[in-house]
């Protein structure tokens, strides 16, 4: 178990020296952006590694893998996100462990959101989903919905008995105008949150960035940053 502790705080490590280089070429303070480690694919024993070696934020995309890690390691201080395409059928199991829900983009889950959290007791954080890849008021090819229908369901979510609306998260886009522009999505992504903030003050968590582009991320003002597969040129779990 050390050689794996070994091997997973080197690879924490060279996540956080990225990190750290875009916050400075940025001009910004390392503490101004989040780390949220997504674990999927990995056992929980690596979660409670993660954890020993100080991370706070972990992210899964998928109920039936992240439902029984959440469970293993509820004795943890972890802050868990659900970033995958959420179906209504799932969310009574993902309000019972997800403390923030960043794939919020459709009223109907809006709905099935605030109704399990009350049913629960506890208050979920959202984020809405932005698809730079759709039109308007379309949705993406993964999920998410257009800049145009953001501030409906900003104001829904805001509404909504058991739900708190966090601010924004988006994934670059693989096709449109913004594929292959980390930075200019990243960017508008940005512009959206600055919009919805006029209405909403708190929701000031813009999510943005994975393994290949946090720096575009970091550089454009996201909050929280999004790694998993790959630390530098290593996953997380290479053995």
């Not at 929980?44 to 469970?71: H, M, T, Y």
Request: contains cysteine; proline residues 3%.
């Amino acid at each position: 178990m050390t050689d794996r502790k070994d091997q997973l705080a080197a690879n924490l490590a060279k996540v956080e020296d990225r990190i750290a280089a875009a916050c400075a070429a940025a001009g910004r303070g390392r503490e101004e952006v989040t780390l949220i480690v997504v674990t999927k694919t990995y056992p929980a024993i690596d979660v409670r590694i993660l954890s020993e070696l100080g991370v706070r934020d972990v992210a899964e995309n998928k109920d039936q893998d992240a439902a029984p890690k959440a469970a293993e390691c509820s004795d943890l201080p972890l802050k868990w996100h659900f970033v995958g395409q959420l179906q209504t059928n799932k969310v009574r199991s993902v309000v019972g462990y997800a403390d923030v829900v960043q794939s919020v983009d459709r009223p109907k889950l809006v709905t099935a959101l605030s109704k399990e959290a009350v049913r629960a007791g506890r208050e979920v954080g959202c984020l809405i989903q932005v698809a730079l890849d759709a039109q308007e008021y379309g949705r993406g090819e993964r999920g998410g919905v257009g800049p145009g229908g953001l501030e409906e369901l900003g104001d829904l979510v805001a509404e909504a008995p058991g739900l708190r609306l966090d601010g924004l998260m988006t994934v670059a886009p693989l096709t449109g105008e913004y594929a292959g522009r980390q930075r200019a999505a990243f960017d508008r992504l940005m512009d959206l949150s600055t919009d919805l903030r006029r209405a909403h003050p708190a929701a000031n968590m813009v999510s943005a960035g994975m393994s290949a582009d946090l720096e575009e991320a970091v550089a454009a003002g996201a909050t929280h940053v999004r790694v998993g597969a790959r630390a530098g040129r290593r996953r997380w779990a290479d053995r």
